[in-house]
């Protein structure tokens, strides 16, 4: 069983900046490929980032250049970092990973992942 706990989530004010982080337990993380999506309220799922076993990275337009996905392996973490928070970005943010060690298949991840965390909210005030 697969567990991805959030953490991270808080107020902070637009400008500014929080940096996630997702705790994985899963023994073949060094290989699995991680994601992170975010939900706002009344609104879907969406995918913001995501991050292969060899740390190539996948961003949505919404947040290229203000948020970075990175990985520590020996920490089995891995991080969002968000700059330049706007209001927009206030949702839950949820970790995923993709359940097939080795694979990277951006295309579809925009669609979500396997296993997933159970969120951490962030808000962005005005």
């Known amino acids: 069983q697969v567990q991805l706990v959030e953490s991270g989530g808080g107020l902070v004010q637009a400008g500014g900046s929080l940096r996630l982080s997702c705790a994985a337990s899963?023994?073949?993380?060094?290989?699995?490929?991680m994601g992170w999506f975010r939900q706002a309220p009344g609104k879907e799922r969406e995918f913001v980032a995501a991050?292969?076993?060899?740390?190539?990275?996948s961003y949505s337009d919404s947040v290229k250049g203000r948020f970075t996905i990175s990985r520590d392996n020996a920490k089995n973490t891995v991080y969002l970092q968000m700059n330049s928070l706007k209001p927009e970005d206030t949702a839950v943010y949820y970790c995923?990973?993709?359940?097939?060690?080795?694979?990277?298949?951006?295309?579809?991840?925009?669609?979500?992942?396997?296993?997933w965390g159970k969120g951490t909210l962030v808000t962005v005030s005005s």
């Open positions: 991050i292969s076993w060899s740390a190539i990275t």
């Open positions: 995923a990973a993709d359940a097939v060690p080795g694979r990277w298949y951006p295309a579809m991840y925009y669609k979500g992942m396997d296993y």
């Open positions: 899963r023994r073949t993380f060094e290989n699995d490929a």
